[in-house]
């Protein structure tokens, strides 16, 4: 565990949706190289003499990533495709649902920020291209 992670800076919610992406039905992780890029709801006004004013809309700290998945069989990408496209659970861009992190051991609160592209690779073999996912928020721990 690094000496400050992402969940340090999340607050506790809860997920629209009581659905895990990496866990039971959806144990499928994506493939990917988390980059724990985030910020806060902020605009940042320049002003004529060079000085700026930031204006924070929200004080709630994101993080955002990109998950892809390669090389899944009919049963993983329908799984995937499925958790996307339900109205029951993240129902496309609406629903927040849970995300068990592969490497720090905790649960985050996702939305994804982007639809989904399902290329048949081969014969019964699909990937996931990059989905645009914004880490909203902590389960605690």
């Known amino acids: 565990m ?4 992402m ?14 992406l990496g866990a039971g ?21 320049e ?3 060079e000085s700026e004013v930031v204006i924070e809309l929200d004080s709630s700290v994101y993080f955002t990533t990109k998950f892809s998945w390669k090389a899944l069989n ?4 329908g799984a995937i495709f499925d958790l996307f496209y339900n109205s029951a ?7 927040s649902i849970k995300w068990d992190h592969p490497t720090d051991g905790h649960t985050y609160v996702i939305k994804f920020k982007s639809m989904m592209n399902r290329p048949r ?3 019964g073999v699909f990937d996931i ?12 721990d």
Request: proline residues 4%; contains cysteine; charged residues 25%.
């Open 2 to 5: 690094a000496a400050k992670e």
């Open 7 to 20: 969940y340090d800076y999340l607050t506790t919610v809860a997920a629209d949706v009581d659905v895990t």
């Open 25 to 45: 039905s959806f144990a499928i992780q994506p493939a990917f190289s988390l980059p724990e890029a985030g910020g806060r709801n902020q605009v940042v006004f």
């Open 47 to 49: 002003m004529d003499d």
């Open 74 to 77: 009919e049963s993983d990408s």
């Open 89 to 95: 659970y993240a129902d496309c861009l609406k629903n």
């Open 121 to 123: 690779v081969a014969a």
């Open 129 to 140: 291209d990059p989905v645009d996912v914004k880490i909203i928020g902590r389960i605690a």
